[in-house]
T-cell receptor, first 114, second 119 residues
Framework: DTGVSQDPRHKITKRGQNVTFRCDPI?????LYWYRQTLGQGPEFLTY????????KSRLLSDRFSAERPKGSFSTLEIQRTEQGDSAMYLC????????????FGPGTRLTVL | AQTVTQSQPEMSVQEAETVTLSCTYD???????LFWYKQPPSRQMILVIR??????QNATENRFSVNFQKAAKSFSLKISDSQLGDTAMYFC????????????????FGDGTTLTVKP
């Protein structure tokens, strides 16, 4: 399977705990994106990387959120001191930068904060 | 900042019929791309079709086609010969152009239209 993969697919945690999600992009893609999607809404942009550089961060990304892409391949998204409002689907997408930035999505990680 | 509006939260269509999903957007960008994505229940987002804003010709992919009206900032999706497998949530997305644009890569999505194809 050469698509975008995400791990875990589901995560249930208690409020105040830290969680970390992983995304493995399509291998030749140099861009990687994180989105958050709540029920009945479209994905909201959180941040994106070109290679290992984090180029943009949404104001939705509070200081409890941090994302890394240390070697320009996989990425991790960490949420510290989780809150119930963090419950959502976290989507990862990747693309190859060029004239048309077509993003391909992974299956998402569904986070439930109790 | 860009906004994308999908004014039809839910739609239904009979199998084999044609349905059109609407999308409007607002932007001050002159170069951009528009996408339709499909998200089946509990499954991942799949690209349906894309349109480069500088192209006047409407994009077509098999049973899927768009009606792109740049001046009206409208980007509707037409699904012909609807199939049961088309049942999904459909999202319209706006992406600024890559070139000379610090906002490149910051996609904006609408809130989606849930389409149900009935047998």
């Amino acid at each position: 399977d050469t698509g975008v993969s995400q791990d875990p697919r589901h995560k249930i945690t208690k409020r105040g705990q830290n969680v970390t999600f992983r995304c493995d992009p399509i291998s030749e893609h140099n861009r990687l994106y994180w989105y958050r999607q709540t029920l009945g809404q479209g994905p909201e942009f959180l941040t994106y990387f070109q290679n290992e550089a984090q180029l943009e961060k949404s104001r939705l990304l509070s200081d409890r959120f941090s994302a890394e892409r240390p070697k320009g391949s996989f990425s991790t998204l960490e949420i510290q001191r989780t809150e119930q409002g963090d419950s959502a689907m976290y989507l990862c997408a990747s693309s190859f930068s060029g004239p048309v930035d077509t993003q391909y999505f992974g299956p998402g990680t569904r986070l439930t904060v109790l | 900042a860009q906004t994308v509006t999908q004014s039809q939260p839910e739609m239904s269509v009979q199998e084999a019929e044609t349905v059109t999903l609407s999308c409007t957007y607002d932007t001050s960008e002159s170069n951009y791309y528009l996408f339709w994505y499909k998200q089946p229940p509990s499954r991942q987002m799949i690209l349906v079709i894309r349109q480069e804003a500088y192209k006047q010709q409407n994009a077509t992919e098999n049973r899927f086609s768009v009606n792109f009206q740049k001046a009206a900032k409208s980007f509707s999706l037409k699904i012909s010969d609807s199939q049961l497998g088309d049942t999904a949530m459909y999202f319209c997305a706006f992406v600024p152009s890559e070139w000379y644009n610090t906002n490149a890569g910051k996609s904006t999505f609408g809130d989606g239209t849930t389409l149900t194809v009935k047998p």
